[in-house]
């Protein structure tokens, strides 16, 4: 079955500090992304970084890292130096091909993130 | 212009109502989405357009009817909507539709839908 995986409810970091939000994935397919999307109170979802399954090195944008393990099947998120600002729900997330022959997305239940001044 | 807009932000509705949802982008992308999500859930996915074509319809109630009238817009019709329906309603864009690799979706504000 194919399945993202986010095991941790609610995470508290304190600013300044790295934090990993964990995600394992389930997929037989060769040919997959992966994503991280941030939600703010406001709603907005905010795409945060990507990693495809051919990719050798480990996704990075700015403070966010994505330390992928191909073999583990899975896609950690890891944000340095948090900030207040980050505090939001996380969602991982996985691009693949769907039952009926289009490219579809599913997401993890997500991990909620609190930084603490 | 790399964002995704939604009209109305908020919407309250009655069950024998009919309304739309309304999305627009000018980023050039060829494929759009429509999601449903609920409190403290992750989003679900509803439909997904490609070159202004149903691709994807999981399987949705055809009291939601979604309608794509060129590549910029991308509507959503109420119809007879549930209590059960209430939800924030997002849509969504990407370059194509075309492969699992890339194609990061750009996501509008959503729109709050409260079925009375």
């Known amino acids: 079955a194919q399945k993202i995986t986010q095991t941790q409810p609610g995470m508290f970091v304190q600013e300044k500090e790295a934090v990993t939000l964990d995600c394992t994935y389930d997929?037989?397919?060769?040919?997959?992304?992966l994503f991280w999307y941030k939600q703010p109170s406001s709603g907005e979802m905010i795409f945060l970084i990507y990693?495809?399954?051919?990719?050798?090195q480990n996704a990075t944008e700015g403070r966010y890292s994505l330390n992928f393990q191909k073999a583990r099947k899975s896609a950690n998120l890891v944000i340095s130096a948090s900030q207040l600002g980050d505090s939001a729900m996380y969602f991982c997330?996985?691009?693949?091909?769907?039952?009926?022959?289009?490219?579809?997305?599913?997401f993890g239940a997500g991990t909620r993130l609190f930084v603490k001044a | 212009d790399t964002e995704v807009t939604q009209t109305p932000k908020h919407l309250v509705m009655g069950m024998t109502n009919k309304k739309s949802l309304k999305c627009e982008q000018h980023?050039?992308?060829?494929?759009m989405y429509w999601y449903k999500q609920k409190a403290k859930k992750p989003p679900e996915l509803m439909f997904v357009?490609?070159?202004?074509?149903?691709?994807i319809n999981e399987s949705v109630p055809s009291r939601f009817s979604p309608e794509c009238p060129n590549s910029s817009l991308l509507n959503l019709h109420l119809h007879a909507l549930q209590p059960e329906d209430s939800a924030l309603y997002l849509c969504?864009?990407?370059?194509?539709?075309?492969?699992?690799?890339?194609?990061?979706?750009?996501f509008g504000p959503g729109t709050r839908l409260t079925v009375l």
């Open positions: 990693q495809g399954s051919y990719d050798e």
């Open positions: 357009y490609s070159y202004e074509k149903l691709s």
């Open positions: 997929t037989s397919d060769q040919s997959y992304g």
């Open positions: 997330a996985m691009r693949l091909l769907g039952e009926t022959g289009g490219f579809k997305t599913i």
């Open positions: 969504a864009s990407s370059q194509d539709d075309g492969g699992a690799r890339g194609n990061e979706q750009f």
């Open positions: 980023m050039g992308h060829r494929a």
